[in-house]
């Protein structure tokens, strides 16, 4: 279940390699920006299910900035920040901005691999809503329509078991003529039905 | 999220129409942009109409696919409605098995051919798997079943073929019991015990096209996909299933979907709770012709 597309934007090519190797081999497909400037290129080019980048980089822009184009370009996009020590204040406050979460560094891979199933998780949770609701949409539509269209005949059916009725009932009439009217009731309603 | 035009839809959802029969309208726009939406940023287009005009001009299929995966709706769990499969264990493998095998020869194993024409994710074709399983048990390899699933979306048939399933889909209908028996862990989730993968096949179909090569089928599944197609295109659809179904085979339709005035070659049955299609034995000249006959009249039912 784990197809998503991640973007890591870090300076720091040692960090950068290692959740390449970490990511990579579990089943995530990995693109690698050096800074914001060349994630904003990576990002112009192809949709990120989610971004992970370091909140201190040195250029413009910034991981604040990456991860206000990643929330400006698209709301499908999820960004994960990776904080030092010093900057757990600002990760609060880059959590207020729309990342989904922060990881303090060194990267924990167990933590972070929790955070991408969970990413993941939803991801799939949100199509399985959408298509259980599209689902019963069209259902539903399909069903009243099959509903009207057996009324309509049960009502026809009603109608001429009704008439065929009152035709045995007319005792008056010749054993040869209420058959006739029976069987002309009974070709009413097959041409109505059909 | 990218918002959608009007004439975007039109033209958005004529092709899609063209290229899957799935029949779209100005009221779904929040599917396409959902659906679509992210689509089109992935390839850096501009717009919808941008998409559309991709899809439609640009070389190989790949789009079209892409398109076609994001717009299908791929609802289904296993023993969806159970009904259906109820009525397998106990009334139409029986049946049918007890038919093909008064007419086997020594040689021949008994063979039997199940259709699921929409099979999605392939949780159908599993459960009918589970329950072919069941019923024959040990005698399951004394007969030659082939299990066919078919589905427009090449993702779908791609999470079919794998049978590998996650937490949420193996929640919905698959009982605990059925699931240690008859799946093993795979990574995150489960995956389908390999005996009854190879029971099954999967492809991709558009069951807008012809469909004829398939052969004939003994049952064919078509629950719950004719509702997105337009009326007309549902009554073509189930002309085109009387043709590949076995003179003694058995339709199942969803549990909402009826056949009244849709398809006039198959006729309902009943079994305890459950209907069923079969093809007509009497056409409406022989019921003219036996109505004549109890009443010694000529009847004239214009039908």
């Known amino acids: 279940m784990r197809n998503l597309n991640i973007l890591v934007v870090d300076d720091d090519p040692v960090t950068r390699k290692l959740i390449e190797k970490k990511l990579a081999p579990a089943g995530f497909s990995i693109t690698l920006a050096e800074n914001g400037r060349r994630a904003l290129e990576h990002m112009g080019r192809e949709l990120f299910d989610v971004v992970i980048t370091d909140l201190m980089m040195p250029g413009e822009p910034d991981g604040i900035g990456v991860l206000k184009a990643a929330r400006k370009k698209s709301g499908y996009t999820e960004v994960l920040l990776l904080t030092g020590h010093a900057s757990v204040d600002t990760a609060v406050e880059a959590m207020k901005a729309g990342a989904a979460d922060y990881l303090q560094k060194p990267v924990n891979f167990h933590e972070l691999m929790i955070r991408l199933d969970r990413i993941a998780e939803y991801k799939n949770l949100s199509k399985t809503a959408l298509d259980l609701r599209e689902a019963m949409d069209v259902t539903e539509c399909a069903a009243a329509e099959t509903i009207q269209e057996l009324e309509l005949r049960a009502a026809v059916l009603q109608d001429v078991l009704h008439k065929i009725g009152e035709t045995l009932r007319q005792t008056d009439l010749a054993p040869d003529q209420r058959l006739a009217m029976v069987e002309s009731h009974l070709s009413a309603a097959f041409t109505e039905v059909s | ?303």
């Open chain 2, 1 to 303: 999220m990218k918002k959608i035009t009007p004439e975007e839809i039109r033209q958005l959802s004529r092709y899609i129409y063209d290229v899957s029969g799935i029949a779209l309208d100005q009221s779904k726009a929040y599917l396409f942009e959902t659906r679509l939406g992210p689509l089109v940023e992935a390839h850096g287009l501009a717009d919808y109409a941008e998409l559309c005009r991709k899809a439609r001009t640009g070389p190989g299929k790949q789009l079209e696919n892409e398109i076609v995966d994001a717009i299908s709706t791929n609802e289904t769990l296993f023993f969806r409605d159970n009904g259906p499969f109820e009525l397998l264990r106990n009334k139409i493998l029986p049946d049918l098995i007890d038919a093909r095998s008064a007419r086997a020869s020594k040689i021949l194993p008994v063979s039997l051919r199940i259709w699921s024409a929409a099979c999605s994710t392939g949780q159908e074709v599993y459960s009918v798997a589970i329950v072919l399983k069941e019923l024959l048990q040990q005698d399951l390899n004394r007969y030659r079943i082939k299990l066919l699933g078919t589905d427009i979306s090449d993702a779908a048939i791609a999470q079919a073929s794998r049978g590998t399933y996650g937490k949420f889909e193996i929640e919905r209908g698959l009982p605990r019991d059925k699931l240690v028996k008859y799946f093993r862990p795979a990574g995150a989730g489960w995956k389908i015990k390999d005996d009854l993968r190879a029971m099954a096949t999967f492809r991709k179909l558009n069951l807008m096209l012809p469909f004829g090569a398939l052969g004939k089928f003994d049952i064919v599944f078509c629950r719950n996909v004719a509702i997105y197609f337009t009326p007309q295109d549902r009554k073509k659809l189930f002309e085109r299933l009387a043709g590949v179904l076995a003179p003694d085979g058995y339709l199942i339709i969803g549990a909402t979907e009826s056949l009244t005035g849709v398809c006039p070659r198959f006729t309902p049955r009943r079994h305890l709770r459950s209907i069923y299609y079969q093809l007509n034995t009497a056409p409406k000249n022989e019921l003219r012709k036996s109505i004549a006959h109890r009443t010694g009249r000529r009847v004239s039912l214009t039908a």
